[in-house]
């Protein structure tokens, strides 16, 4: 029995007459761009995050830049992020003209590792981004307390914990923004590239809607430079069918990572060889991703012997951005990350969307019992 690391078809054709009567009422709207589908769609997600503004733009990576371009962050600041996450965190960073400094992460969260945040904060520095990765919350205390009285900025990359909550606050709300994505892997899947930024700050949001269409206001002013970071009214219509399940997806991957808890942390003598995540109870977990760490350089042959019994996984992320070749010119000011380095070695996701069957579940299990032996 195949097990595709992700499905979209199961949840995304459970809506199938909606979602094309949401396309065809667009269609026929003609309102395409910053319409009333935008305006709803911004409403409805703010209130599911309990966040002042939505702002709904063109992917979670646009939603990333556009906070750093609203705290106007410029050529010569410095920005401190996670080594291991997905190149958007700094891309944006380094796009925006600044100056990534890259950190380490705590083996066990895969999160970022607020001492070394703190070894590495200067006069210079002017934001953080923390990132909530594979689904689970950043240890956000530590990160805000660094920040305050030092005029440090936080982002919040939430791109893969839309609705994961710290000591429960929703993610996103602790910082002066918060970022999220719907590109279709995340756990609120689009149907295409989309994102959004959130803040409680009005001045902030403010800022931020000028410079998703240009920095202009009225129309054809220009205050600020901005650019073109608007979501179409399109993918608001259709993420708007989706948004009222989103409750039972995240119950879906939660009740699968249980079962994996409890079924791969029974099989006899893994603790040695591969080590499961751990759920803080504190960071509410949504598990976009189910990520474990294989030990004694066994990972690759984990990943081939899943492809052999029709299993899907991915090594998110096989190379720390400290050591990407863009990145070079970053990477003495990093020093040594040697838990970055240890976990782009060691990580391998395994299935956890939420449609997973029963008996998916058990083949994913027992191949890992398997390969244990
Ligand atoms: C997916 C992702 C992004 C970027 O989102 P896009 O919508 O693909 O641009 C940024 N940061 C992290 C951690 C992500 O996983």
Redesign the pocket.
């Known amino acids: 029995m195949a097990v595709p690391l992700l499905e979209l078809n199961t949840q995304n054709l459970a809506l199938e007459g909606e979602l094309k009567a949401a396309f065809e009422s667009v269609l026929k709207s003609s309102q395409f761009i910053l319409g009333p589908e935008n305006r709803a769609f911004e409403k409805e997600i703010g209130t599911m995050i309990g966040v002042q503004h939505a702002i709904a733009v ?7 830049l556009l906070a750093l371009m609203a705290l106007d962050i410029k050529a010569g600041d410095e920005v401190i992020c996670p080594s291991f ?5 700094a891309g ?1 960073v380094v796009r925006a003209g600044a100056i990534p400094v890259f950190v380490d992460s705590d083996a066990a969260s895969f999160n970022i590792d607020p001492d070394d945040v703190a070894r590495k904060i200067t006069t210079k520095t002017r934001a953080i981004i923390p ?3 594979f689904g689970q919350c950043a240890g956000m205390d530590p990160i805000v307390e660094l920040a305050r009285g030092k005029g440090i900025r936080i982002i919040e ?4 914990a839309l609705g994961a909550t710290y000591k429960g606050r929703q993610a996103g709300t602790i910082g002066d923004f918060g ?5 279709p ?2 756990n609120l899947g689009g149907f295409g ?3 959004l930024l959130v803040t409680n700050d009005g001045v902030l949001a403010e800022r931020a809607t000028l410079l998703r269409t240009h920095g202009a206001k009225p129309k054809y002013y220009h205050k600020f430079v901005g650019a073109n970071f608007r979501m179409d009214d399109l993918q608001c219509a259709l993420l708007r069918v989706k948004l009222p399940h989103y409750g039972d997806y995240t119950k879906g991957r939660q009740s699968n990572a249980r079962y994996y808890a409890e079924k791969l942390g029974s099989i006899a003598g893994i603790g040695s060889k591969i080590l499961l995540p751990k759920e803080n109870p504190d960071h509410g977990h949504i598990w ?1 991703q189910f990520t474990l760490r294989v030990r004694d350089g066994r990972r690759d042959e984990l990943k081939e012997f899943l492809v052999s019994r029709q299993i899907g996984s991915e090594i ?1 992320y096989p190379v720390p951005l400290h050591r990407q070749e863009c990145f070079v010119e970053f990477r003495k000011r990093a020093g040594d990350l040697p838990v970055a380095d240890q976990l782009a070695q060691e990580v391998l996701s395994i299935p956890v969307y939420p449609e997973l069957r029963q008996e998916q579940l058990d083949e994913v299990i027992a191949a890992i019992a398997e390969f244990v032996k």
Do not use: E, M, P, R
């Open positions: 063109s992917s979670g990576t646009d939603a990333i996450t997905f190149f958007a965190t944006c990132v909530h990765l990359d939430g791109a893969q970022a999220f994505s719907f590109f892997s995340k590239d989309s994102g976009n998110y």
